[in-house]
């Protein structure tokens, strides 16, 4: 969907056409050629894309609770603040993950046209309540979406061991953190096809090569040491056609652990990933 000023504005007009006249899709196409500027085609298709108004079951055009809402609201830069909300809800676009960063970094990676929704709705520059409550509720999805990402990422990573295991064992493994996250490693396979004790492994998964960083927490990393058979799977997805994995156990990553000092006490740590370059190989 192309959300800029021009678009969203004319989505506003067809809103506010569907409340005042009752009227089918084909038939606002036949009556109006655009709306606003844009053509008539592209706001019906952008309005509906967001779910602002949908087809009734008579067959002609409503609005929907969340174009109830939009429409609610007193001014353009209200409604415009509202439909980026909206829009970032429905489309999930990869720029929203910058407004962790402030407002500047997530306006360099919009785009220009979004940039000038943005501009419009009064968000580029401000200190008021509202404005800085709307940045709050951005870097809130934004979050929520980062966190979404790497959650699918590091399933794709479990699902890739728990296919090596059963390959390399011959048994299905038991896919422990689609269960618990709180045992401290992901996934519960056996030693070998004849030797059935029972192996446990933490899975870490990266997209960027080895220019990312292996994430341990203090509890992933006493289950190693409390457990007699356990390793670390490294798979590096990079090159989503050349998979890499590494395999590695707790003495490898031991000489990074850090040292509890004083009254403190370490409760995660990052290790570069080109660390453990020796221990890939692609599968």
């Keep these: 969907m192309n959300f800029s000023p021009g678009v969203i504005t004319s989505c506003f007009e067809l809103l506010e056409l569907v409340t005042r006249h009752r009227l089918t899709f084909p038939e606002v196409r036949v009556s109006f050629q655009s709306i606003g500027v844009?053509?008539?085609?592209?706001?019906?298709?952008?309005?509906?894309?967001?779910?602002?108004?949908?087809?009734?079951?008579?067959g002609y055009s409503a609005l929907t609770p969340a174009g109830e809402r939009l429409l609610g609201l007193g001014s353009h830069p209200e409604r415009l603040r509202r439909a980026?909300?909206?829009?970032?809800?429905?489309?999930?676009?990869?720029?929203?993950?910058?407004?962790?960063?402030?407002?500047?970094?997530?306006?360099?990676?919009?785009g220009s046209a979004i940039a000038q929704v943005f501009l419009e709705a009064g968000l580029v520059d401000g200190t008021d309540d509202d404005t800085v409550a709307f940045w709050d509720t951005l870097a809130g999805r934004a979050r929520g979406q980062k966190d979404d990402r790497l959650l699918s990422i590091g399933r794709d990573g479990e699902r890739l061991t728990i296919a090596y295991e059963e390959d390399r064992t011959g048994k299905k493994p038991r896919w422990i953190a689609l269960e618990s996250n709180a045992d401290g490693y992901d996934i519960?396979?056996?030693?070998?096809?004849?030797?059935?004790?029972?192996l446990s492994i933490e899975v870490k998964t990266t997209t960027i090569g080895s220019s990312g960083s292996l994430y341990l927490s203090r509890n992933e990393w006493e289950r190693a040491l409390q457990t007699?058979?356990?390793?670390?799977?490294?798979?590096?997805?990079?090159?989503?056609?050349?998979?890499?994995?590494?395999?590695?156990?707790?003495?490898?990553i031991e000489p990074h652990i850090p040292a509890d000092r004083g009254e403190g006490d370490w409760k995660a740590m990052l290790v570069p990933i080109g660390t453990f370059e020796m221990f890939f190989r692609a599968i």
């Design 84 to 110: 980026i909300l909206d829009y970032i809800d429905v489309q999930q676009p990869v720029w929203v993950q910058n407004a962790t960063f402030g407002r500047a970094k997530l306006l360099a990676f919009a």
């Design 38 to 58: 844009v053509p008539t085609g592209i706001v019906i298709e952008s309005t509906t894309a967001m779910g602002w108004v949908r087809v009734g079951e008579d």
């Design 188 to 198: 519960l396979s056996i030693m070998g096809p004849n030797d059935p004790r029972s």
């Design 228 to 252: 007699r058979n356990h390793v670390f799977h490294l798979w590096d997805m990079s090159k989503r056609s050349a998979k890499r994995l590494a395999v590695v156990t707790h003495q490898d």
